[in-house]
């Protein structure tokens, strides 16, 4: 690409388009040549702060941060920028001040009331986010990202008409802006008469898309297709679409199954009974499970009750994990480890006097040190049908995460070694510490299932936790639009309109569960 000469707002701008198309090279080569003439150009160091976030490099983008906001102290770009980096980092409470500060140096620049919207958004708090996001369109009505920044904080309220309209919007504004027809085909459920089917296809059709924008078309058609029971069609996109994402992951589906066989070797019964003392002074309570699983629906009802508060999925526990391993190698400082979990969630606002719900789905890998972290939580870990799950999985796009879930036998793999896992934890953690519930038996009885749920994490009874659907409370999880709704049966046995085409899916699993239970 042709490079205008550093330092001016042109090259800004060149490093800006390149980023935006994902070009993180180019980017980043126009910023170090704008920095070798102005090294006090903050814009510049706030774009290099976003590619190091991108590529995982979490101590070059601090860097980059603080020079930035060194740079340019009151701008909220800048600040918003380093609160990010701070919750990437599992500096919730540091993030959150941060992310405050920022706010108070808005203007009505819509770039930056984006910003600090999605930011607010990573914190949990949707409404902040949703009023950031609204001011943002209403000064650039004409820019698909606030459009659909908005229609996502309404869907994680449950606003979902609104949020419907911003993404017809968005779509209007860019018709192949991918991310908003995969939103709005989950907004509800298509019918025959109202759906997007024909509106997609001929995007499919007349070729030209991103290889991003068509693997959200693809996903959205399955979605959408499923719902007006084209089985085959829906099938079709579904394939099409992990066949597309599969190639632009860095997969090594070997390496995550051997963590989970290294976890059961090593966080044996005799493990947790020689580890140093935690902290016990708090009930936590994590709920856990393969995505797709009927993890959101177990919080909804758990938050239902007026003693316990959702933080959502936070990824606390493995980060305070990660920071005690980098500051003691070989050590154990199990006490440490769970006090520091509860300083950072406690940070995203949970209210006094009421316990707390964390719902990170890859917690599963982490129940024993848990346990041994936090000796009074209660874990509970969600199941449902084999097929069921692997199904649910495979029609969902994940960006980015679940890599293992764009291919039949390698989704089969992995589930096995879940299953593993789930025996394992099954078989070293107390019962009074550990509860497994079973999606199809919260479907099949509501009220027994809920009971015995409360009753686990020794709370009282109350009606409210039957109305989970009724609750103004938000929603960041893939389920955010399933939850507004009555427990319904419809998801399960829905994998035996695919029968034939999960064969590879089927036969795998065979291997090691019985017939009985895949049927």
Not at 52 to 74: C, E, I, K, M, W
Not at 380 to 394: K, M, N
Not at 477 to 497: D, E, F, M
Request: aromatic share 8%.
């Amino acid at each position: 690409m042709n490079v205008t000469l550093p330092g001016s707002a042109a090259s800004i701008d060149a490093a800006r388009e390149a980023f935006a198309g994902g070009d993180l090279g180019t980017a980043e080569q126009i910023c170090a040549g704008i920095l070798g003439q102005d090294p006090s150009e903050w814009r510049a160091w706030a774009l290099l702060t976003e590619t190091a976030l991108l590529r995982g490099r979490q101590d070059a983008a601090a860097v980059s941060a603080d020079r930035s906001v060194a740079l340019a102290p009151t701008n909220p770009i800048a600040l918003v920028l380093r609160a990010k980096c701070l919750f990437m980092t599992g500096e919730t409470r540091q993030a959150c001040a941060a992310t405050d500060v920022a706010a108070q140096y808005l203007d009505d620049a819509p770039d930056a009331l984006d910003a600090v919207g999605a930011m607010f958004g990573l914190l949990g708090l949707q409404q902040r986010a949703r009023e950031l996001f609204r001011r943002a369109v209403l000064g650039r009505p004409d820019v698909p990202q606030y459009l659909f920044n908005l229609a996502a904080a309404e869907r994680m309220i449950g606003a979902l008409g609104d949020a419907e309209a911003h993404c017809d919007a968005a779509i209007a504004c860019d018709r192949h802006y991918g991310l908003a027809h995969y939103l709005r085909s989950d907004l509800r459920i298509q019918s025959p008469d109202c759906n997007h089917i024909d509106e997609m296809e001929a995007l499919i059709g007349e070729g030209g898309l991103s290889a991003s924008s068509e693997i959200m078309l693809r996903f959205a058609l399955g979605k959408e297709y499923e719902d007006v029971e084209f089985w085959g069609r829906a099938f079709d996109h579904v394939e099409a679409g992990c066949n597309l994402q599969r190639r632009s992951l860095a997969r090594d589906p070997a390496t995550e199954i051997g963590e989970i066989d290294a976890i059961i070797q090593a966080h044996t019964r005799r493990w947790i009974e020689a580890a140093p003392s935690g902290y016990a002074d708090a009930a936590p309570v994590f709920v856990t499970g393969l995505p797709r699983t009927g993890t959101t629906l177990v919080e909804r009802i758990i938050a239902s009750h007026s003693a316990m508060h959702s933080v959502g999925e936070t990824g606390a526990f493995a980060t305070e994990l990660r920071h005690a391993m980098a500051e003691r190698p070989g050590g154990r400082d199990l006490e440490g480890i769970g006090k520091r979990y509860l300083d950072s969630a406690a940070a995203l606002r949970v209210p006094d006097n009421v316990r707390f719900i964390d719902k990170t789905l890859e917690n599963y890998l982490y129940c024993g040190l848990i346990h041994a972290a936090l000796p009074s939580a209660k874990i509970i870990l969600v199941q449902r049908h084999p097929i069921d799950s692997c199904w649910a999985i495979y029609k969902a796009h994940f960006r980015g995460k679940f890599s293992f879930s764009y291919h039949q036998t390698e989704l089969a793999d992995y589930y096995l070694a879940y299953r593993r896992l789930s025996q394992h934890w099954r078989a070293v953690l107390p019962p009074d510490v550990l509860m497994e519930i079973n999606y199809e038996d919260i479907v099949r009885d509501q009220a027994a299932a809920s009971r015995d749920i409360i009753r686990f994490l020794g709370l009282p009874w109350e009606d409210g936790v039957m109305r989970f659907h009724d609750s103004p409370v938000p929603s960041a999880t893939a389920s955010a639009v399933q939850v507004r709704r009555p427990i319904y049966a419809s998801s399960v046995g829905k994998w035996r309109h695919h029968a034939d085409r999960l064969r590879p899916l089927r036969e795998r699993l065979a291997h090691e569960i019985p017939e009985a239970e895949l049927a």
